[in-house]
């Protein structure tokens, strides 16, 4: 066996290290007992114990750090396993093995601090990084600039912003990198302005950003909303040649998403030569979050037809966006997506696709997904105890939350958990437990009431019929009622025919939101329902003459991967002498059942006759009548409508869940409604 020297072997170690393979390692490792056996260089002990621990084998490394002599061993020996510990998460045991290396009177030199205080920062131990400033600080050690950067950003991930302001300022000597750590913990500790002034000062001094620096002075603009400084930067990265880096364009389509500048997004991510995983999910990313959910499922497919490899963060944001449109069929091919890139176990993607199953109408899913979880956070409980509330299932909703909050679970109730609950009391007719949660918001969970919370208090109370009552609450409101509030309020008073309570509630929803069209509608319909028709056509009149559009009411269905959008009186569909033949037949049968159609929901002042014609055509009612001409038996069949769906179609959607045996889910733009046997998950209150 022919003999190599022990730089030959090291270097073959440093190669075991670069390209991951423990084989190739423990093969030298091997090769180094057989020939060397009586007397291992240290330096070559050095390398084993940094292959190993690199590796992510501490018992290997330990055991060979163990076997070098006391008197062998020396600072790098020690650095070396340390290192290799924190880089794989070890973090605990990397302190341990310092305080061993302490008790052998070896001193850490300035790659053993920066270690230290990363591990430091990892475990949020601040009394432990600071120790080791001391000691740091006592050896000298502390102006070199590496040590000085990590323990600048020890203090500033464990929160002692004081403490890394003073240490930053107290440096001698500051690089780039030192730069970095300290706008990016800016950004990342809600300072965005801090970070941007110290992007100028940075600029000031002569230093040259790199892709780092202009990441983060993006995130701190697009924190800020500051547009036109991260259209400067932007100019500044053309002018530099880095418009060119697929880093900086993502950081850019990131960017100019948050800012709300959807097209300008898309130019950047339109020029990126080499898109990566990243750029496709901030593009599909800025959809989602400026309300552009059908462009968003778009553009997952689209990369997906490219073939790009879903992560995480992709499915669970086009999960997102088909939750937020009810794409309940594309949902769940989704979800098959992530079963087959194996992050269904994600905590991110099953807590969406738990808020999308629940949005979706499809509570059993949603609850198949929420007890697959492996672990659960506070986002998944939300979604759940939400989407029993939207799905009318109160019982259940209030249930999960009594599970989260007992002693076996960890999830503390935030403030969007008492929004859910307290909807779920809502829809329950729960006034007293809802009260009583209400009243202990501050005392029991530490929660101010917000303006959310007061919504579901006028709804639950006005539900109830306690309309006045809900009244003297807003007036009471710490702060000014929100459209949510009076929009309770205004509902409340169309369902108990209080049409003077319900004028005032609709002038401030008038005050507030002008131009929706909405709000004068149902004001109209509630006076219409009333048989106060004057009143009604003054409403009317009024939107005309500031120029108020009622937008055209209309429903869809997803059918065979093809959405089918449908209108009052729509006679344009290509299967419309089937529908309108499906229609008559369940007119007749609901009239033989004991149904009579609900003609105030007809909203005018014609005869009868002609008032039945009006709400027999309601764009819901076609979609209903399609449904069940192309939708297989035992098929639920779900409808979305942009409204909110008439009594009379709800009176209707009852008598024909019953009469054909089917279940039909209809989602308008106030919630869920599923109806089957003649009954309907919300109650009759909606």
């Known amino acids: 066996m022919p003999f190599h020297a022990p730089d030959s072997l090291g270097t073959l170690l440093e190669t075991a290290v670069s390209t991951r393979s423990s084989s190739l390692g423990r093969v030298v490792h091997a090769y180094v007992i057989r020939t060397l056996a009586n007397h291992v260089p240290s330096t070559l002990s050095n390398y ?31 650095t070396a396993l340390i290192s290799g510990l924190v880089q794989n998460g070890h973090f605990t045991s990397a302190l341990l093995h310092f305080t061993n290396m302490r008790r052998e009177c070896i001193s850490p030199n300035d790659f053993t601090f920066p270690c230290l205080f990363k591990a430091s920062s990892a475990l949020h131990i601040p009394v432990t990084g600071k120790q080791l400033h001391a000691l740091a600080l006592k050896s000298g050690q502390i102006d070199d600039v590496f040590v000085g950067c990590s323990a600048f950003d020890m203090y500033s991930k464990t929160g002692l912003k004081d403490d890394a302001d003073k240490m930053f300022d107290e440096m001698p000597e500051r690089n780039l990198a030192t730069w970095n750590a300290y706008i990016s913990n800016a950004v990342l500790g809600g300072r965005p302005k801090n970070a941007i002034d110290a992007f100028i000062k940075l600029r000031w001094t002569g230093g040259e950003p790199d892709l780092i620096t202009f990441c983060a002075f993006l995130n701190a603009c697009s924190d800020c909303s500051l547009l036109q400084l991260g259209r400067q930067l932007h ?53 989602v979050q400026n309300y552009e959910e059908e462009n968003g499922c778009r553009m997952f497919l689209t990369a997906r037809r490219e073939g790009v490899e879903p992560k995480d963060f992709m499915i669970s944001s086009v999960l997102s966006a088909c939750a937020r449109i009810a794409g309940f069929e594309l949902g769940r091919s989704v979800h098959a997506v992530a079963v087959k890139a194996c992050v269904e176990g994600n905590i991110f993607v099953g807590s969406a696709l738990v808020d999308m199953y629940g949005k979706c109408g499809s509570i059993q899913d949603a609850e198949i997904a929420f007890n697959k979880m492996p672990e659960r956070n506070l986002v998944c409980w939300n979604a759940i105890i939400g989407g029993y509330a939207h799905q009318g299932h109160a019982d259940m909703a209030l249930a999960s939350f009594e599970e989260m909050t007992s002693v076996r679970c960890e999830a503390v109730p935030n403030y969007v958990t008492l929004v859910c609950v307290l909807s779920a009391c809502s829809r329950a007719g729960a006034v007293e437990k809802g009260m009583e949660i209400f009243d202990s918001m501050t005392l029991k969970y530490g929660i101010k009431p917000g303006a959310e919370h007061y919504a579901c208090v006028v709804d639950l109370l006005g539900r ?79 939107m005309k003459d500031v120029g108020i559009k009622k937008g055209a009411g209309c429903s869809w269905i997803s059918v065979k991967n093809r959405v089918h959008i449908f209108q009052a009186k729509d006679t344009s569909h290509e299967r419309n002498t089937e529908i309108q033949a499906m229609l008559t037949k369940l007119r007749e049968e609901m009239k033989a059942a004991g149904y009579t159609p609900d003609t105030n929901f007809a909203l005018y002042d014609v005869e009868e006759e002609e008032k039945m014609t009006e709400v027999g055509h309601h764009s819901e009612k076609i979609a209903l009548a399609f449904g069940l001409i192309a ?27 019953g009469i054909v045996g089917r279940e039909v889910i209809v989602r308008d733009n106030n919630r869920f409604h599923r109806f089957r046997d003649g009954y309907c998950s919300c109650s009759d209150y909606w």
């Not at 292959?51 to 070098?68: E, F, H, I």
Request: one cysteine or more.
């Open 48 to 78: 084993l114990i940094n292959m190993y621990s690199k590796l992510d084998l501490p018992n290997p490394a330990q055991l060979v750090l163990q076997l070098t002599p006391v008197c062998s061993r020396t600072v790098v020996s020690w």
């Open 235 to 287: 100019g500044f990265l053309v002018r530099s040649g880095f418009d060119g880096n697929v880093s900086v364009c993502n950081g850019l389509v990131d960017f100019y998403g948050k800012c709300n500048e959807v097209g300008l997004a898309k130019m950047v991510f339109d020029g990126i030569i080499d898109k990566n995983d990243v750029s496709w999910c901030s593009m599909l990313a800025v959809y």
């Open 464 to 542: 109830a019929g306690l309309v006045d009552r809900a009244y003297e609450i807003i007036k009471e409101m710490p702060m000014r009622p929100t459209i949510s509030v009076w929009g309770a309020l205004l509902n409340a008073c169309r369902v108990y025919g209080k049409p003077e309570l319900g004028s005032i509630a609709a002038n401030n929803l008038f005050k507030l939101d002008p131009n929706d069209s909405g709000n004068h509608v149902l004001l109209s319909n509630m006076f219409a329902a009333t048989g106060r028709w004057e009143e009604a056509d003054l409403v009317r009149k009024e």
């Open 631 to 657: 939708i297989p038996p035992g098929v639920p069949i779900r409808i979305t409508k942009n409204l909110r769906i008439c009594g009379d179609c709800h009176s209707a959607f009852k008598f024909i869940s």
